[in-house]
């Protein structure tokens, strides 16, 4: 039986039992309040940045999150080793896990968050649905009960009306929810529901629910301390989701008028008052624009609370630690004010242009705004660090604050244009596209507004006009002096030294769909110009601090940030973002088209199911196989129509990235 805790006290060290961009988010505000902090690693983890800025860092184990961040038994050895008094569990990881919060308080350690008799009260979707009923806060119509056979829960759906949601009842992050639209798909889709649900969180338990019409997330940002007081922070609202997953956060919600506010802060309160919650969490709801509807608790610190703190002006971890003290809550609800609007955008390690599949590797680039009053970033990863393919692909938060929501708008998509993370492949321009389509701006959307969008949020590269094939070949003459002027001896450095006689030199470029485009430098006697077929420009370039360079071309400047890797050049110029290869005069290179029959595994990963039989014949896009990659199912499909030649794995194998997984035959055109 659980034991109850609540031995909340004052303490000098800490230890942050996650990593990333949380775990560096706690540090910096546990070492502003003067406290020690500990950070944890495993094995991929020894460089990175929440090791770097914690006071002592412990290794916990392997890769793998359950060798590591996940090991309840080596985080509490680890606060043993360290001599921490308490422990943060960021979220994700173990920060919803009651276990932990009562190993933590059994070895004597604060855990920074609720006891873990509040935390079972309200950790399971269908428990917490059950209280929420007694006490009166409005619900999704739904099925949570304890009986899981499949007649249940096939009557349960047929009761309720279809579209239905299928849902883990210990989900999270989206994982283990399908959306059920007929009678028909209810079957399947619980099959693979429970198959996700058991390998992320290890319980299969299934409730049904009504899928609101034009669904709306809506949520609020409660807090309690152990002396009986609880207050709501005003609502967040995160209606844009993909996979039920947030990636665009804001505060106050924009759908809410004065009334609607205070009728669901009231509604989070009397939810969160049901458990007499202690410490930082937040009450979800989904809504259809008019009403509210309970769906969850979550009983930690959310990923979006930045957006909180910003128009409230508190520190959300630094209230939860003050909890942890044993403090009361410094504000009372009226103290409580709302400031402008902050909107936050998830920065992931992930291709939108490839149905969002995760990217691992090395960031070899990374340029993001300086922060300022108006804007924050919280990163977990610098220049150098590597994206693993064991933890979560969100790489960092921007989140901007104005006194109003255009303007707000206006400094987020700003900071994401000035953002440059190469090396790995990031969403950052979809998140351009997105907070700056027109139906957000005018938020008339709804959480399935992305996936209905999604053609117009990840458009074709655009080709390459003539600013940019200038800025392409002035980029690499930036290079080329930039390597002679590390030379000492180097002519360059002498002031007056030009080469003599009317010279050129050759620069042929091309980008993802085109063909070669050639420019060309004019340079010796007179002013140096580039030319592009019959068109001239005279120019000039000067390199900038921020690792740029200005353009002159015929008298107009511009700001360029361009990263070389060998002969693969990106460009930021004013008209966007260009990915252009140089193509090597000597090179000899040809057309090359890769060879794409082979079907591989494009990051290392579990086949969860075969869907497809060797010898089928399949459509372009039909679905062959499931691979579980970072935590999410990816569907690997027919790149074109062929007949599936042969299958190379098993359900069960754990596959290599670049394995090979199936073959297929194109169909003789
Ligand atoms: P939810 O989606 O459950 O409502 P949040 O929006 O707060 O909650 O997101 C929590 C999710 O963040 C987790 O489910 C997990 O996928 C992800 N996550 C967990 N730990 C980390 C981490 N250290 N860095 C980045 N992302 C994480
Ligand atoms: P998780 O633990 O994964 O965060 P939630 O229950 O919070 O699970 O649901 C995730 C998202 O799915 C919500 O943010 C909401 O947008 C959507 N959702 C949840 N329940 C419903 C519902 N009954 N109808 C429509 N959308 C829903
Ligand atoms: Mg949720």
Redesign the pocket.
């Known amino acids: 039986m659980m034991k109850s805790q609540a031995q909340y006290r004052r303490f000098r060290s800490l230890l942050i039992a996650?990593?990333?961009?949380?775990?560096v988010r706690v540090i910096r505000t546990a070492s502003a309040m003067g406290l020690r902090t500990v950070a944890v690693y495993s094995e991929a983890d020894r460089d990175a940045m929440h090791v770097a800025l914690a006071d002592e860092a412990v290794l916990l184990g392997p890769a793998r999150a359950r060798d590591s961040?996940l090991n309840i038994a080596r985080v509490i050895e680890a606060a043993r080793q360290s001599g921490a008094e308490a422990v943060h569990p960021?979220?994700?990881?173990l920060?919803e896990n009651a276990e932990f919060a009562q190993a933590c308080a059994d070895a004597g350690l604060v855990f920074v968050g609720p006891t873990a008799e509040m935390m079972i009260a309200m950790g399971s979707k269908s428990g917490s649905k059950m209280l929420m009923e007694k006490a009166g806060v409005p619900l999704v119509p739904g099925y949570h009960g304890e009986a899981q056979d499949e007649a249940t829960l096939t009557n349960a759906a047929d009761k309720i009306g279809f579209p239905v949601l299928v849902k883990a009842s210990a989900?999270?992050?989206?994982?283990g929810m399908r959306v059920v639209r007929s009678a028909g798909e209810l079957a399947g889709a619980i099959t693979s529901a429970k198959r996700e649900a058991k390998a992320a969180f290890g319980d299969d338990r299934m409730l049904i629910e009504k899928f609101v019409d034009n669904p709306r997330h809506i949520?609020v940002q409660v807090i309690g301390d152990s002396h009986g007081n609880l207050l709501s922070l005003f609502e967040r609202e995160?209606t844009l989701q993909r996979r039920?997953?947030?990636v665009i956060?804001e505060a106050p919600s924009p759908t809410l008028d004065g009334a609607g506010r205070e009728a669901v802060c009231t509604a989070a309160r009397k939810a969160a008052a049901a458990v007499n919650y202690v410490g930082a969490g937040?009450i979800?709801f989904v809504s259809n624009g008019k009403d509210v509807f309970f769906i969850?608790m979550?009983t930690?610190?959310?990923?979006?609370?930045p957006v909180t703190e910003l128009i409230t002006g508190i520190d959300l971890v630094e209230w939860q630690l003050r909890v942890a003290f044993g403090e009361k809550l410094p504000l009372t609800q009226d103290q409580i004010k709302l400031n402008g609007h902050a909107i936050e955008a998830r920065v992931y390690a992930e291709n939108p242009h490839k149905n969002f599949m995760p990217s691992v590797g090395r960031i070899k680039t990374w340029r993001m705004p300086e922060a300022s009053s108006g804007l924050r970033i919280d990163a977990?990863y610098r220049e150098g660090d590597a994206v693993s393919p064991h933890?979560?692909?969100?790489?960092a938060k921007m989140i901007a604050w104005a006194p109003n929501r255009d303007a707000a708008i206006e400094r987020l998509n700003r900071g994401l244009e000035e953002s440059d993370v190469r090396g790995i492949v990031t969403n950052i321009p979809f998140l351009s596209a997105l907070v700056t389509h027109p139906a957000v701006r005018a938020n008339t959307i709804d959480t399935g507004f992305i996936e209905r969008e999604l053609k117009n949020l990840t458009p074709a590269p655009m080709a390459p006009g003539d600013l940019e094939l200038c800025a392409a070949a002035t980029a690499i003459l930036v290079q080329e002096s930039r390597a002679v002027f590390a030379e000492p001896n180097s002519p360059w450095r002498t002031a007056g030294w030009m080469p003599v006689g009317r010279r050129q030199r050759a620069f042929v470029f091309r980008h993802a769909q085109g063909t070669g485009q050639e420019i060309c430098l004019h340079y010796g006697n007179g002013p140096a110009k580039w030319s592009i077929g019959e068109r001239e420009f005279a120019f000039t370039f000067s390199t900038t601090a921020d690792g740029g360079f200005d353009l002159t071309l015929d008298g107009m400047k511009s700001h360029i940030f361009a990263v070389i890797e060998g002969h693969e050049l990106y460009l930021r110029t004013k008209n966007g973002r260009f990915d252009l290869h140089w193509v090597d005069p000597f090179g000899g290179e040809t057309e090359e088209q890769v060879g794409e029959d082979k079907i591989v595994a494009p990051l290392p990963g579990t086949v969860v199911a075969l869907l497809a039989e060797e010898g089928a014949m399949l459509e372009k896009g039909a679905p062959i196989l499931t691979l579980e990659v970072m935590?999410m199912e990816q569907t690997l499909r027919a790149p074109f129509a062929g007949v599936l030649k042969v299958i190379k794995c098993k359900v069960g194998d754990i596959v290599g990235e670049g394995v090979e997984l199936a073959e297929i035959e194109p169909l003789a055109s």
């Open positions: 996650n990593r990333g961009e949380i775990a961040y960021g979220y994700g990881f920060s989900g999270g992050g989206g994982r949520e995160c039920h997953q947030k956060e937040t979800e969850e979550n930690r610190l959310q990923v979006e609370h977990g933890y979560d692909a969100m790489l935590k």
